[in-house]
């Protein structure tokens, strides 16, 4: 499946909640949620009641839109997660949390994910003293991850990274703002896992 590459502000609209794509904007009155909370199209507001189905392939959306994932590697996580000890949902959403990606847009390196993933190819980041350009990898507790040393004077990253500093950063992770690092410091626990999203449709979906 293809990068999309349209107006997010729509994928929050067809989903009916806040994905969070556009950073800062999101927490704003400028949110097209905010501003225009009715579905895309021209008779968006018009459809019916969902299957449960599409109950199910909504939830899957959501959540696969939610951390800027495409359908492959959606699916090949979620595979992962089926074979690991434990519910399927919790380890599905801590794979997902744990991805570099993610890990640096929580610990507030990207204003999105997106945005983030972009600094990860970019090569902007070393984890455990090594640059890693793979969005997609999965850390582990005691994994330490930082700006990398040519990356410092970075305007975007140092400004970010200010900012960061003054908002909270989830239980599971450190954040110094001095050094421009973090790590991870557990595996987090569903109640630390903010997603607007019930993961057992999810599961469902799939085990269909």
Not at 1 to 27: H, I, N, Q, W
Not at 58 to 75: A, G, I, P
Request: proline share 4%; aromatic share 8%; glycine share 8%.
């Amino acid at each position: 499946m293809s990068r999309y590459t349209g107006p997010v502000c729509r994928l929050c609209r067809a989903e009916g909640t806040k994905l969070f794509l556009k950073g800062d904007r999101c927490y704003t009155e400028k949110c097209a949620l905010t501003k225009r909370n009715s579905k895309p199209g021209q008779h968006g507001t018009r459809r019916g009641k969902l299957s449960e189905y599409g109950l199910r392939l909504r939830e899957k959306q959501k959540l696969r839109r939610f951390y800027c994932v495409n359908e492959t590697q959606f699916s090949t996580v979620y595979e992962r997660a089926s074979k690991m000890p434990g519910q399927t949902g919790h380890n599905f959403l801590q794979l997902l949390e744990r991805r570099l990606d993610n890990i640096v847009y929580r610990l507030g390196f990207g204003v999105s994910r997106s945005q983030a993933r972009q600094l990860v190819c970019h090569g902007h980041f070393t984890v455990n003293g090594r640059r890693l350009d793979i969005p997609s990898a999965v850390l582990k507790p005691g994994d330490m991850i930082a700006v990398a040393e040519s990356s410092r004077d970075l305007d975007l990253l140092k400004n970010n990274s200010e900012a960061a500093a003054a908002r909270s950063i989830p239980a599971w992770l450190s954040f110094d703002a001095g050094t421009m690092s973090g790590s991870v410091v557990t595996v987090p626990i569903r109640e630390q896992i903010e997603v607007p999203v019930n993961e057992q449709l999810v599961v469902e979906f799939y085990a269909r």
